[in-house]
């Protein structure tokens, strides 16, 4: 407006400031015993960390001339608009020891002990004690494997202990007000919660039990390295809902445990190694199974976003149960479409049928964890010429397919859609197809097993073609080394689920030219 001079005009202003400040001091101490490769070590010390994040809004409005454009010469604020600024404090405190011993350079020893506070946690539980040891059996200096030519290094390794993690909200477990100007009262300017503190949150732990067999054979050629591990996390952290009365919508608590085990490998070897060419290649897997061991009773049946759905009103919540999975698909269970009526069955809890969907049927119907997933890596080079092609795949994966809920099923027949919205859709009696008809498609949001599919997918994410210029060509321009190349990202995928991409952030396909001069 104008010709209102309070509203002419807007000036935005934003500003963001950090420091932290770390400090460590450590002792070491370490002796070799005799000459046949048997030394310890012992070392201790204390380490502390400060951290500071302030930032600072505001929005002017309402200024008479183009020359006042500083903000002191606004004349307000708009009504959602008013200055604002948060002031953030960490500090974390912690004192370690830590030992190794190896003996006759064939078996080895390692242990710490560490105890660590930080403000991040309740008043009553900020320090936590975590411990962790370690043994190794150098194979290859044995005897009987000394003499084997093609065996450069074999390392057996067993690790067990505890781990901690700090990287929470600075307050999570402290009560936040938020002065609000709106509020404005004799006695001074009212406060709103903002979040609700834990005196009693505390660390969250996780209990790692590692086994593992590392070897490099034929020259330094060929590397394997495979880990079995099962990790058990307890007092995690997760927000919890909370009534409208409390003044705030979530606080944080431990809420119980989850298990974790799996294994891990990778590969990887020079194919081809001569004067001209040269073949490397990576094959990295794993694979990671889960259990929710227990959790509060407050916690049981509540829902949340899934990872990596936040926002997504169509993707199905995760239900927390015992004896479940963090990556459990919940859905009600399908019989498909009816081919008489185009309606679609929906089988109950107690395994009868029904046209009504009712969300308490839920039951987990699939698991988004792959059977195995990894990379595959390649690097082809001749001379000056090299070809980096890099891999991933995933196996066994269960998907909910939110392209065929909301852009096949779901949709306005008066616009652009997807083909199966007309070709795979129930139209007359007797149809045999996958899809609702689309007169008994309603606004109701449901989540139907019958949008879950198996994903076998093989994703080529980037490729890399460079040049390396001789050296005695560079030398008369002033040069030491210079490649020239060019690569890309998001190259393509070959995939057992069609689903739509590249309609929100960060999907990005790009190119890049390179030039790399060395002076």
């Given at each position: ?7 002419r ?41 400060y ?8 929005i002017?409005?309402?200024f ?69 040891a370690?043994?190794?059996w ?28 700090v ?12 002065y ?28 790692n ?30 927000p919890?809902n ?14 119980g ?56 009103a ?38 009868t ?12 119907v ?7 997933n ?24 269960d ?7 909301s ?11 997807d083909?199966?919205?007309?070709t ?29 599919e198996?994903?076998n ?20 321009i ?10 890309m ?17 960060p999907y990005c396909?790009s ?9």
């Amino acid at each position: 407006n104008l010709t209102d001079p309070s509203k002419r005009g807007e000036y935005k202003f934003s500003k963001r400031n950090g420091e932290s400040y770390d400090g460590k001091i450590v002792l070491n101490y370490g002796r070799q015993i005799g000459s046949n490769g048997s030394m310890f070590r012992i070392s201790g010390g204390s380490n502390i960390k400060y951290a500071r994040n302030t930032s600072a809004t505001a929005i002017g409005m309402g200024f008479l001339k183009d020359e006042l454009n500083d903000i002191s010469f606004a004349m307000g604020y708009p009504t959602s608009g008013h200055p604002s600024g948060t002031d953030r404090i960490a500090t974390d405190v912690g004192f370690f020891v830590n030992g190794n011993f190896s003996l006759f350079n064939r078996y080895f020893v390692d242990a710490s002990f560490r105890t660590s506070g930080s403000s991040r946690f309740g008043a009553d539980n900020s320090f936590a004690p975590f411990w962790a040891a370690g043994i190794g059996w150098n194979l290859h200096n044995e005897s009987f494997l000394k003499d084997v030519p093609w065996v450069e290094r074999l390392t057996l390794r067993y690790s067990t202990g505890y781990t901690g993690s700090v990287s929470f909200d600075y307050y999570q477990a402290k009560t936040v007000y938020e002065y609000d100007s709106n509020y404005q009262y004799y006695t001074g300017i009212g406060a709103i919660p903002l979040s609700m503190g834990n005196p009693n949150l505390s660390w969250q732990k996780k209990f790692n039990n590692n086994v593992g067999i590392s070897g490099t054979f034929f020259k330094d050629r060929l590397n394997v390295q495979f880990d079995w591990y099962t990790n058990t996390t307890y007092d995690l952290l997760m927000p919890i809902n909370l009534p409208p009365s409390v003044g705030v919508s979530s606080m944080n608590v431990n809420f119980g445990q989850i298990n974790n085990s799996g294994f891990d490998f990778s590969l990887s070897g020079h194919i081809i190694s001569t004067k001209d060419w040269f073949w490397s290649m990576t094959l990295t897997g794993g694979h990671v199974m889960d259990r929710i061991n227990n959790i509060s009773t407050v916690l049981k049946g509540t829902e949340a976003d899934a990872v990596g759905s936040e926002g997504d009103a169509i993707m199905p919540k995760l239900l927390f149960t015992e004896g479940g999975s963090q990556f459990d698909i919940y859905a009600v269970r399908s019989a498909g479409i009816d081919p008489a009526t185009g309606q679609e069955i929906f089988i109950k809890k107690d395994g009868t049928y029904t046209y009504k969907y009712d969300e308490d049927d839920r039951v987990a119907v699939g698991n988004s964890n792959p059977v195995l997933n990894g990379s595959w890596i390649n690097t082809l080079r001749y001379k000056g010429f090299t070809l980096s092609l890099t891999t991933s795949y995933t196996f066994g994966a269960d998907f909910y397919n939110t392209t065929l809920q909301s852009k096949v099923e779901n949709i306005d027949p008066y616009k652009n859609v997807d083909a199966r919205a007309y070709t795979e859709r129930w139209k007359n009696p007797g149809d045999l197809v996958r899809f609702l008809a689309i007169n008994t498609v309603n606004n109701q949001m449901v989540n139907s097993e019958r949008f879950v599919e198996r994903r076998n997918e093989i994703y080529v994410s980037n490729v890399q073609f460079t040049y390396d210029f001789q050296t005695k060509w560079l030398n008369k321009i002033g040069l030491k080394r210079l490649c020239l190349g060019l690569g890309m990202s998001d190259i393509g995928y070959i995939s057992t689920v069609k689903f739509e991409r590249g309609t929100s952030y960060p999907y990005c396909r790009s190119i890049n030219l390179i030039f790399r001069p060395t002076f």
